[in-house]
């Protein structure tokens, strides 16, 4: 009998405690819902990655993510607003419940994925650091910097690479850093610093969209790290982490089946049950995410699959003419692989 109430004491005490941990904290997919829109935290404007364009429309690679989670929710990729935040504020503001998703730039480490409470569903650029030089300093190789100027944002994880690297390679260096982005960015132009260090999707960024003669850059070809890009939501909450995930598991698998915005219509009629499946036409998979099942098809057909958002926003019919490198599919020697929808 007390073994009994203890058994008993114990079940109330967990479907308690669950109850109240879901009243406690509202489901992302809930409180997005009623809003009618997604929030998405971005850079304050990254050319190729997240930035306005001169119509003051976000575009990027990371905003078509954004665009992608509004296609899944709602069947609506214009249903999103973006929170621009420089490289420090971005955690707290997703912590904060500011924003609903961090799609900007952010690299993945073991201390974001954990001690933040904060979670990354899944990588959506594959990048190192690497560095950016005036041409006529005559550099051909990081190994040549000892005794440069390096520029820098704080609150990246640039600050740390940069000083092991160094370290390591016997480097010295005077880092001269900056909160802004724009900060950053002039006081490299007007040449306070000799060097610029981030992740070599921005410096191509960068060179490109924010100095005035882009051939008298290079970017050098050493990269010092793995930098791993990925969005990041709140621990926590399953579900919303789970949208975020087979959203971008829905653009890289609709580049390996072959759907593009373009074929997306015909590609219903296709016998091929993976794309049945993918499309929502057979065995619908929305229903284990609290979505329709026409969620990837949506992605699809608003925003594109993983390979036309790459080409039109850093590839190879964008300024950037970044190469797809390891952001290429694993099937053509790259790491993006897509999770089975099914
Ligand atoms: N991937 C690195 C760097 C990301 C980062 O914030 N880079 C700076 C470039 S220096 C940036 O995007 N700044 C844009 C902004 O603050 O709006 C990280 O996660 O720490």
Known sequence: MKKLNVLTATVIATVGFTAFSANAQASTLDTVKQRGHVICGTTTGFAGFSAPDDKGEWKGLDIDLCKSVAAAVFGDATKFKTVPLNSQQRFTALQSGEIDVLTRNTTVTQQRDTALGLQSPGVNFYDGQGFLVKKDLGVKSAKELDGATICLQTGTSNENTLADWARASNVKYTPVVFDQFNEVVNAFASG???????DASGLASIRISRLSNPDDYVVLPDLISKEPLAPFVRQGDAQWFNIVKWTLQ???????????????DEQLKSENPNIQRLLGVAEGTGKNLGLDDKWAYNIVKQVGNYGESFDRNVGKDSPLQIPR????????GGLHYGLPVR
Do not use: H, I, P, Y
Request: contains cysteine; glycine residues 6%.
């Open 325 to 332: 490198g390891l952001n290429n599919l694993w099937t053509n």
């Open 192 to 198: 306070r610093c000799d060097v610029f260090s981030t």
């Open 250 to 264: 829905a653009q890289f698998n609709a580049e390996e089946l072959g759907v593009t915005s373009k074929n997306v």
